[in-house]
């Protein structure tokens, strides 16, 4: 089976830096993902970690050590129009991802 | 159509009737995905298809089926309908992961109410 964890909220206050943390046990892995979704919307697509290391993406930076089945996404100069679920996913496979419970970001004036 | 679109936008049911979710993308991507996504449990994959003419289960299919005549269109059947389906579901598309297809562009969701 497939276990993906990560908080269930966190709060930060504007230009901030949130750093949101994903722990895997996958019976397989080809990829990890991040995913934001504002309330009422659909996900989209933030970033992709095959190998380790650091994959960095304008504020946005994401980190993953497979040896370790962990990945953070880093959240930097926080803006109001951050404050969304962000979801971490593991594909075990070539088609099947797993998801994470998302991570809910409140960013405070 | 630009991207993926799905309908209806929410839908109230009764149990035991029979509804088709419809999932429609105009990015010729070959492979499709329906999740349904529900409080605190996360978005979770019901079946998929890698191409025209083929799909597979995910981690919950029970009570849904799907079929792909063409490449556009994946439209996701829930033959008689329990409350515990209930959820937000979202269709999404991708490019071959095989060839590099790494990013699943998501519908805007069908808000499915079962009572």
């Known amino acids: 089976g497939q276990n993906i964890d990560q908080p269930t909220e966190m709060t930060a206050t504007e230009g901030a830096i949130v750093q949101i943390n994903c722990t895997y046990q996958t019976s397989g892995f080809n990829g990890l993902f991040w995913y934001q979704q504002h309330a009422g919307e659909a996900p989209t697509f933030l970033s992709y970690?095959?190998?380790?290391g650091l994959e960095e993406k304008g504020r946005f930076s994401s980190f993953l050590s497979r040896s370790k089945g962990y990945s953070y996404l880093l959240l930097k100069e926080l803006q109001m129009k951050d404050s969304a679920s962000y979801l971490c996913a593991v594909r075990d496979g070539d088609y099947k991802l797993s998801f994470g419970a998302g991570t809910t970001v409140t960013v405070r004036a | 159509i630009a991207g993926i679109t799905q309908a209806p936008t929410s839908q109230i049911l009764a149990a035991g009737r029979r509804m088709t979710l419809r999932c429609t993308q105009d990015?010729?991507?070959?492979?499709m995905y329906w999740y349904r996504q529900d409080l605190g449990l996360g978005l979770r994959l019901i079946h998929y298809?890698?191409?025209?003419?083929?799909?597979g289960k995910g981690e919950v299919p029970d009570g849904y089926s799907v079929s792909r005549a063409n490449t556009d269109d994946f439209p996701l059947t829930l033959a008689s309908a329990v409350p515990s389906q209930t959820s937000v579901y979202f269709c999404a598309s991708s490019e071959d992961p095989g060839q590099g297809g790494n990013e699943q562009f998501f519908g805007p969701g069908t808000r499915l109410t079962v009572l």
């Open positions: 990015m010729r991507h070959n492979a």
């Open positions: 298809s890698n191409t025209a003419g083929t799909t």
């Open positions: 970690n095959v190998l380790d």
